[in-house]
């Protein structure tokens, strides 16, 4: 018995029908807003971290055999959290307004006593637990996480303010990548009249 033309029609219609709602349902998702980083941006964040002195304060210096060496077993993780640090030097008036720590993390003047904050991908102690927004907010705030305490100096926040958002996403996307160090920095303290 031959099948009717109709009857194949039907069948291979329902077939592709079938095709079709299988692929779509076990396709991919792809979101409008996609926020895996491409490769490119990776690098652009790399390349902006680099020339723009993040390195310079969030990794700990160490000594080497020319001086004072950034500890790259320790990229961009802030103020070492073993390394307490005594009371800040008072310093006599005059022109001297700041003293730093030898690991060029923690910073003494008259806000207080800033720690540098961990930068890496950790989720305890970096910032492995907050978005893009989150980075952005506290760039463009000058606020932790865009609406908790001040950014401190020797946080450049009006040099970095100047970033574009696009420059911010990237830097964003390479923190991502470099290995996460727990470590947990100390709170910011309070300048000594104030406490």
Not at 10 to 21: E, G, V, W
Not at 64 to 85: E, F, I, T, V, Y
Not at 89 to 118: I, K, R, Y
Not at 123 to 137: H, I, M, P, S, Y
Request: a neutral charge; glycine letters at 8%.
């Amino acid at each position: 018995m031959t099948p009717s033309p109709l009857l194949v029609t039907a069948s291979q219609i329902a077939l592709a029908f079938c095709t079709a709602a299988l692929s779509i349902a076990f396709a991919p998702t792809v979101h409008a807003a996609d926020s895996t980083p491409k490769v490119g941006q990776i690098e652009r964040g790399r390349y902006l971290v680099n020339t723009s002195g993040c390195m310079d304060c969030h990794t700990p210096l160490k000594p080497g055999p020319n001086g004072p060496a950034p500890d790259m077993s320790r990229l961009l993780s802030g103020h070492p959290q073993a390394l307490k640090m005594p009371p800040a030097p008072v310093l006599p008036a005059g022109p001297w307004l700041v003293t730093v720590a030898a690991t060029n993390t923690a910073w003494s003047g008259p806000w207080g006593v800033s720690f540098t904050a961990n930068l890496t991908p950790d989720v305890e102690t970096g910032l492995g637990a907050w978005t893009v927004d989150d980075f952005k907010a506290t760039i463009r705030g000058g606020r932790h996480m865009g609406r908790g305490r001040p950014a401190l100096p020797p946080m450049p926040i009006a040099v970095y303010d100047n970033f574009s958002d696009d420059d911010l996403e990237a830097v964003f996307a390479y923190l991502r990548t470099i290995p996460p160090v727990k470590n947990r920095v100390p709170e910011p303290e309070a300048p000594r009249a104030a406490q």
